[in-house]
């Protein structure tokens, strides 16, 4: 999973090099903290939070087909 946002949000940013991807893993979900260069936040939630909630059901969709459950953060 943590693979697949990372290729996501690379492809979204100016800076690939700074996004970074914390996996933790809890008694029912697994979180993935999803951080970007301050600059490129903006590109990563979109506006009104599209972008964010795209990557966040493209995940759950994946996630679904594994029978997890997993949580995506951008910090």
Request: proline share 3%.
């Amino acid at each position: 999973m943590s693979e697949l946002v990372k290729t996501i949000a690379k492809a979204l940013v100016d800076n690939p090099d700074a996004v970074k991807i914390t996996q933790v893993e809890g008694e029912d979900a697994i979180t993935l903290e999803l951080s970007v260069h301050p600059d490129d936040m903006g590109k990563v939630i979109g506006k009104q939070g599209r972008i964010a909630k795209a990557i966040r059901t493209v995940v759950k969709a994946a996630a679904t087909k594994e029978n997890k459950k997993v949580v995506v953060d951008i910090i």
